[in-house]
């Protein structure tokens, strides 16, 4: 089974308007760290937002936001007000295991967003 | 600019050589992660290390091969390299794994072309 999956290859939205990139996550570890990067065409891999298992509030951080829902093991990403500059690719990744302990990092395969002016 | 280095940016070589690709993590990180990303692979983990030791690994091929030296910067040899070796190489590194400042700081990268 996959341990991260995005089901969007990809997507288009328009600018100003809100886009939600999917996530869902597979694991039986109680501890647990979820993350969102963003992969502009230059190549690097740029870190957006945070979610730990034991959170209790959704992450936030400017115009990103996690819509994590841990009992349908899903991990969103919210982008409000899309700029042109938000085209690029969206890696979700996972990473378990506790601290101290063997621990592995997943990431998804991706989606592609383009923002349309 | 995310406080990761690596180097070099760009390397071609041959098939069946050796190279070592280099990483300095973020000031006062203690852990290095290095991944492979490839066309066809997407992005994968190859191997963690933390304040030297290594700490966990991934789908790291047994021709490759890392360090953690004591001014924990890191190295990635790759050697009797394939065409199929062609990749962009990623160093990150964070604070410490499983805490609140696991967040991983990727550097710009290392594209690698075998020939």
């Known amino acids: 089974a996959q341990k991260i999956t995005q089901t969007q290859p990809g997507m288009f939205v328009q600018e100003k308007e809100a886009v939600t990139l999917d996530c869902t996550y597979d694991?039986?570890?109680?501890?647990?760290?979820l993350f969102w990067y963003k992969q502009p065409s230059s190549g690097e891999m740029i870190f957006l937002i945070y979610q730990g298992s034991y959170d209790q509030q959704n992450a936030t951080e400017g115009r990103y936001s996690l819509n994590f829902q841990k009992a349908r093991k899903s991990a969103n990403l919210v982008i409000s007000a899309s700029q042109l500059g938000d085209s690029a690719m969206y890696f979700c990744a996972m990473r378990e295991g506790a601290s101290g302990g063997y621990q592995k990092v997943t990431f998804g395969t991706g989606t592609k967003l383009q923002v349309i002016p | 600019d995310s406080g990761v280095t690596q180097t070099p940016k760009h390397l071609i070589t041959a098939t069946g050589q050796r190279v070592t690709l280099r990483c300095s993590p973020r000031s006062g990180d203690l852990s290095v992660y290095w991944y492979q990303q490839s066309l066809d692979q997407g992005l994968q983990f190859l191997i963690q290390?933390?304040?030297?030791?290594?700490?966990a690994k991934g789908n790291i091929l047994e021709r490759f091969s890392a360090q953690q030296f004591p001014d924990l910067h890191s190295e990635l040899n790759l050697s009797s390299l394939e065409l199929g070796d062609s990749a962009l190489y990623f160093c990150?590194?964070?604070?410490?794994?499983?805490?609140?400042?696991?967040?991983?700081?990727f550097g710009p990268g290392t594209r690698l072309l075998v020939l």
């Open positions: 290390y933390y304040n030297g030791e290594e700490r």
């Open positions: 990150a590194s964070s604070v410490a794994p499983g805490t609140r400042q696991e967040t991983q700081y």
């Open positions: 694991t039986s570890d109680p501890s647990y760290g």
